[in-house]
T-cell receptor, first 112, second 115 residues
Framework: SQQGEEDPQALSIQEGENATMNCSYKTSINNLQWYRQNSGRGLVHLILIRSNEREKHSGRLRVTLDTSKKSSSLLITASRAADTASYFCATLTGGGADGLTFGKGTHLIIQP | DGGITQSPKYLFRKEGQNVTLSCEQNLNHDAMYWYRQDPGQGLRLIYYSQIVNDFQKGDIAEGYSVSREKKESFPLTVTSAQKNPTAFYLC??????????????FGPGTRLTVL
């Protein structure tokens, strides 16, 4: 079953604007990860946030985690056309070598 | 895509035939995974392996088989028992039993079409 659910399903913004995507999950987690997938390609890891962390930054990416609400958000600042992709949240509930559970993703379109 | 390769990129097979998808990694990772992705959907775990000669079923293992004879290789066989095999298949690997290294690295994927 899907653990994470991203919201919105699709998002279209102008280049230079900020993009925010949300992820909700159902059970306790070890960590939560965000991945990007360009059309027809493999996934690229963006950022990992552990259950005892509340916020994490990486370049133009900012991820927050609220374990009380079982939710996370991914903010991409100053968006670029190259950011056009699908973004997935994934949760790790096992001991490290278990598989990730992915949501259905948010499809982000950056219009020039 | 890191140090993970999948072949072939596109694969066409007739219904009723078994087909094996290749996944190789040179990252010295202990754990390897197979996921399936259907259009507009997230990934679903098929099988995973924590060490050589050991593997575990994921959420949708029926109709699939794997082997892990070498650390670098984790081939997936889609058998004729898989009722809806047409999909995009992604292989991934990660360090296991190492705190703080839970990131999974993905291959470029194989798109399987069963005619």
């Amino acid at each position: 079953s899907q653990q994470g659910e991203e919201d919105p399903q699709a998002l279209s913004i102008q280049e230079g604007e900020n993009a925010t995507m949300n992820c909700s999950y159902k059970t306790s987690i070890n960590n939560l990860q965000w991945y990007r997938q360009n059309s027809g390609r493999g996934l690229v890891h963006l950022i990992l946030i552990r259950s005892n962390e509340r916020e994490k930054h990486s370049g133009r990416l900012r991820v927050t985690l609220d374990t009380s609400k079982k939710s996370s958000s991914l903010l991409i600042t100053a968006s670029r056309a190259a950011d056009t992709a699908s973004y997935f949240c994934a949760t790790l509930t096992g001991g490290g070598a278990d598989g990730l559970t992915f949501g259905k993703g948010t499809h982000l379109i950056i219009q020039p | 895509d890191g140090g993970i390769t999948q072949s072939p990129k596109y694969l066409f097979r007739k219904e009723g035939q078994n087909v094996t998808l290749s996944c190789e990694q040179n990252l010295n990772h202990d754990a390897m995974y197979w996921y399936r992705q259907d259009p507009g959907q997230g990934l679903r775990l098929i099988y995973y392996s924590q060490i050589v000669n050991d593997f575990q079923k994921g959420d949708i293992a029926e109709g699939y088989s794997v082997s892990r004879e070498k650390k670098e290789s984790f081939p997936l066989t889609v058998t004729s028992a898989q009722k809806n095999p047409t999909a995009f298949y992604l292989c991934a690997s990660s360090f296991s039993n190492r705190p703080g290294t839970d990131t999974q690295y993905f291959g470029p994927g194989t798109r399987l079409t069963v005619l």
